[in-house]
């Protein structure tokens, strides 16, 4: 897997031991600042570094095999929620 692979995998496994860490605790503010700052600079690399080489170097139908996939991978995700914050 390339290093750009391996960034992106890594910095999932930090946004979501954040999240399972703030589903724990009673005091969020210092987890929320640094989920703040992991996801910023996440949506950065990816945006600035992962896709454009995927772009370069993945063919179409390999890109269509790889959204397929994550879209059954996560088939039984709920997007459609409310916060509690908002409530």
């Known amino acids: 897997m390339s ?3 391996e960034r992106m995998i ?3 496994r930090a946004i ?7 589903n724990d605790t009673g005091e969020p503010i210092g987890l929320l600042d640094e989920l703040s700052r992991l996801l910023k600079a996440h949506i950065r690399f990816e945006e600035r570094e ?3 080489a995927l772009e370069a170097e993945a063919s179409r ?3 269509r095999e790889v959204g397929k ?3 059954e991978a996560h088939a039984d995700v709920d997007l459609d929620w409310t916060p509690a914050f908002w409530e």
């Open 61 to 63: 139908d390999s890109m």
């Open 69 to 71: 996939a994550l879209k």
């Open 3 to 5: 290093s750009l692979g």
């Open 16 to 22: 979501k031991e954040l999240v399972e860490q703030l």
């Open 10 to 12: 890594e910095e999932h």
């Open 50 to 52: 992962l896709f454009p």
